[in-house]
């Protein structure tokens, strides 16, 4: 069984997979105070059912990468494949920086490509919020990085002096008639007003409309405000192209 591990901002997602079907999702908090010790109890803990046998690691927290690959080295004794420009993608990474694109969103548009029509555009609602744009040729082209949803609910907490700390949910009216309603208009609304926008703008610049796929907690949240509906909700889709990158790179290994 394959395991993967998305290691973001906030949280760690794993993913255990028995050829190409997910068998069980868990979630971590990204905590850099956790020794590699403790990380090794929760392995061992959260997977004791399975037997593991490989595993791809994606980073963006550089902090916890040896924590976590030792871990698993010790508790799966498997060497983990640990996810960066350099891995071998089957599809072109066309950023003037490929070092700069985080593996999540190599991840992410390795998916798109395998699963989805061409020209894509995956909208990831992470502590970013970020978007991965494969053109029609099937090249991995940039995208679009801002502010998540907390992100927002907190600097507007952080920065003002009189703006309280809420937690992201419904909005209830565009017009906020007290304070709390007021922020969510601004930051729910105004988020996928945003994505209206940047989608309108990546297609006129792409020449083409494209699918857009959606993954993350709040995209379920977003799809209810948009003028433009997402094409689908993947919440794994990041998961799903770690399998894809093993997949590819233990063939070519044996080759």
Do not use: H, W
Not at 66 to 85: H, M
Not at 151 to 177: C, E, H, R, W, Y
Not at 224 to 251: A, C, H, Q, S
Request: aromatic share 6%.
């Amino acid at each position: 069984m394959l395991l993967t591990i998305d290691i973001g901002n906030t949280s760690i997602k794993l993913g255990v997979f028995e050829d190409n079907a997910l068998l069980e999702e868990f979630r971590l908090a990204s905590d850099k105070e956790l020794s590699q010790d403790e990380y090794e109890v929760l392995l061992r803990t959260l997977f004791k059912s399975y037997k593991i046998s490989g595993c791809i690691l994606g980073s963006v927290v550089e902090e916890l990468n040896e924590k976590i690959t030792r871990a698993v080295r010790n508790v799966f004794n498997t060497e983990p494949l640990v996810l960066n420009s350099d891995t071998e993608t089957g599809l072109k990474i066309k950023l003037k920086n490929p070092k700069e694109a985080g593996a999540d969103r190599i991840a992410n548009a390795c998916a798109a490509y395998v699963n989805y029509s061409k020209p894509c555009i995956v909208i990831d609602f992470g502590t970013a919020i970020s978007f991965d744009i494969v053109n029609s040729g099937g090249e991995f082209i940039g995208g679009v990085i801002a502010p998540g949803l907390k992100l927002q609910m907190n600097a507007l907490n952080k920065f003002t002096s009189k703006l309280p700390k809420i937690d992201v949910a419904i909005s209830p009216s565009a017009i906020g008639d007290n304070t709390t309603d007021a922020i969510l208009s601004g930051v729910i609304r105004g988020t996928a007003c945003m994505i209206d926008g940047l989608v309108k703008q990546c297609e006129k610049e792409l020449g083409e409309k494209a699918i857009i796929v959606a993954t993350g907690g709040y995209s379920g949240l977003i799809s209810n405000y948009l003028e433009k509906p997402f094409d689908f909700i993947n919440p794994t889709l990041t998961l799903e192209g770690l399998r894809i990158l093993y997949n590819l790179n233990t063939v070519i290994a044996k080759c």
